[in-house]
Each structure stands twice: as structure tokens, then as C-alpha cells.
């Protein structure tokens, strides 16, 4: 099969790899039908995140080619949507609704889904199958319930985003915009979108932002005050993962507010004494994406919100290596990868 391989950072080849094999009777195989760049697929390539050989890749749909014996849940012919931590969907923690940090938790990165099949473990804790074969615009949708919609739902469901109250979202990327999206869809009386992007301020507005704040640092949270009566937001969502994002965020959240962060943080460090008298309820880390998955396959299929707009550049998986680029120079905000 073809897949995308990081040979180092800034070089990206689609080369032959090895067909995916059931190893253990969990397993499933899908082949997949679209796949995408994540933003933290860039922290290799540029380098930040050392890189060798390494197979790319971690949001998937597709459909079941092959199931181990143990699989119940998902049959061959199933069109699915899988998060990117494999996770059996079982355990004490996956019962907490922390599926992400079940007792079989793997990235689905180690497994590099950018490429035409994947061997999924645990099958019937991590993919969810949907209703029936989906319309062919509905796939970009669907895809990104994968990651980008799940991550950004559970920062706002962290943030504890909901009926009167004020949502502020740091980041402008497709985790963000998603965030935004979660935030309307609780019911969030305002939302504001801290962006610098024209079309991002405009995406974010498509899915309900009603303000939008162009500051950032110190500044950022002084509009952000500004805003709220001097209070900050209720509930904020950090979805970047650098230093100056995360203080932003830490600083626009009101006493006794909820932060939910999901960028992933690379070298942040957050000073003991801020956070302490921030006084601030605080959730993050890899989204439970499963959590969400069943609802968030609903919502899209009845066509009540439409996450694949955050998609803005597609390309066959043969030119993986131009969507990085995209991504990595700001052209696009997200690449989808058609097989
Ligand atoms: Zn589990």
C-alpha cells in the first residue's frame, strides 16, 4: 500500500509500505477513505519533535476490509470513524469517559493512518460505525470527528462552555474553530474567537462566534476583561499550546472559571504562583475523542453542524508532501487527503 513517511523534518515521501495484517483477534483493518495533516503533525516537521523514518498520521475513516476473530461491534463493509487513541472502550478509565488514557491506550500516530489501509487494535472499543453508507460530502465532516471536532469539543466541554455563558477560544486553527462550533452547540450565550487571520475571523463567525478579539498576550487579556465586565470569560478553551497562548488563556479565565486546554504544549511552563492565584478550575491533555464520537457521528449525519468546512485545501495522499508545506506555511488550515 501507499503511506506517508517523515524522513526527517521538512521531508515528507508517500513510498510503498507494508500491507497491514490482523495481529491479535481485536484488530481490524480499514481502508481508508480520506485521511488529514494535523497541526501537531508539524511539530516534526519543523523540527521541534525529533523525526526518523517515522509513518504519519492519526485521524482515519473507512471501511472494515478485515476483523479479528474477537471483534463484535464492527463488520466487514462498515463504514467507521475511529479516534486517534486506540482504546478498548472497557476499562475502568474508558468508563470515566477518559478514553483516551485507557489502559490500552496507543496513539493512532504510531500507527500512520496517512495511507491507503491501517490496522486498527481494540476495533470494537475505538471505531464507531456509521448509520450507513455516507453521502460523499458528509466524509470530510465525519473525518474530522476524528480529531479536530473531538478535541475541540472536549476543550469546550472541559471549559465547561454552556448556557449563559461567555466563551473565550485562544487559537484559530482547526481545533479552535471546532471549539467555537462545540461552544454554539452547548448553547454558549457569547463566543469569542481570538483570531488575526480575515478568514479564520470569518469561519469562526459561520460557526457562532459573536465576537472577535485580534489582541494577544497582555493585551489579548485586557480585551478580553474588557469584554466581561473586568471579569474574564467563564470558560476558556486554549488550543494552541505555546507559552504566551496558555498564559492568555490562564489570564482571560475568571476566578473560579474553567480552562480546557488541548494544544498540545511543547516547553510550556506555567509559573506556580499565576496559576495559584488564578484560582481556576483547569482539564486538558489528548481529547477522549471516543466519548463524544457516537453523538458527534449523529449530529453530523442529520446535518445539524458542518465541521468539514475546516477543511480549506484537498489533495490525492501522492502530494502529502505539498499539504505540509501548506500547512506548515500558513496557506491552508487544514489538508484533507483523498485515496
Ligand atoms: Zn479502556
Redesign the pocket.
Known amino acids: 500500500m501507499r503511506g506517508v513517511v517523515m524522513y526527517t523534518a521538512g521531508d515528507v515521501r508517500v513510498e510503498e509500505r507494508e500491507d497491514p495484517k490482523i495481529l491479535k483477534p481485536t484488530d481490524a483493518i480499514i481502508r481508508l477513505t480520506a485521511t488529514c495533516i494535523c497541526g501537531s503533525d508539524l511539530w516534526p516537521y519543523r523540527g521541534v519533535e525529533p523525526v526518523d523514518h517515522q509513518v504519519m498520521g492519526h485521524e482515519y475513516v473507512g471501511v472494515v476490509e478485515e476483523v479479528g476473530a474477537d471483534v463484535k461491534n464492527v463488520k466487514v463493509g462498515d463504514f467507521v470513524v475511529g479516534s486517534f487513541v486506540i482504546?478498548?472502550?472497557?476499562?475502568?478509565?474508558?468508563?470515566s469517559g477518559f478514553?483516551s488514557?485507557?489502559?490500552?491506550?496507543e496513539f493512532t500516530s504510531q500507527i500512520g493512518t496517512q495511507a491507503e489501509k491501517a490496522r486498527i487494535p481494540?476495533a470494537d472499543?475505538t471505531l464507531v460505525p456509521t448509520p450507513g453508507r455516507p453521502d460523499e460530502d458528509l466524509i470530510p465532516s465525519l473525518l474530522a470527528a476524528s480529531d479536530v471536532l473531538g478535541t475541540g469539543w472536549f476543550a469546550a466541554v472541559a471549559a465547561q462552555a454552556g448556557p449563559g455563558k461567555t466563551v473565550a477560544v485562544v487559537g484559530d486553527g482547526a481545533v479552535g474553530l471546532m471549539a467555537v462550533l462545540a461552544a454554539k452547540q452547548l448553547g454558549a450565550e457569547r463566543i469569542i474567537a481570538m483570531s488575526r487571520h480575515p478568514e479564520r475571523q470569518a469561519l469562526a463567525r459561520f460557526y457562532g462566534a459573536t465576537d472577535i478579539v485580534e489582541e494577544r498576550g497582555e493585551e489579548g487579556v485586557a480585551k478580553i476583561k474588557e469584554l466581561t465586565n473586568g471579569l474574564g470569560a467563564h470558560s476558556v478553551v486554549e488550543a494552541v499550546g505555546t507559552q504566551e497562548s496558555f498564559m492568555q488563556a490562564v489570564g482571560a479565565t475568571r476566578g473560579g472559571g474553567h480552562l480546557g486546554y488541548v494544544g498540545v504544549n511543547y516547553d510550556v511552563a506555567i509559573p506556580g504562583l499565576e496559576l495559584f492565584f488564578a484560582g481556576i478550575h483547569t482539564l486538558g491533555g489528548p481529547a477522549p475523542v471516543r466519548r463524544f464520537l457516537p453523538d458527534l457521528i449523529q449530529l453530523i449525519w442529520d446535518r445539524t453542524i458542518d465541521p468539514g468546512k475546516v477543511f480549506d485545501l484537498t489533495l490525492p495522499l501522492e502530494q502529502a508532501a505539498e499539504g505540509y508545506k501548506a500547512m506548515d506555511e500558513r496557506r491552508a488550515t487544514k489538508v484533507l487527503l483523498t485515496l
Request: a neutral charge.
Open positions: 482504546s478498548d472502550n472497557t476499562c475502568e478509565i474508558c468508563r478514553q488514557k485507557c489502559v490500552h491506550a481494540y472499543g
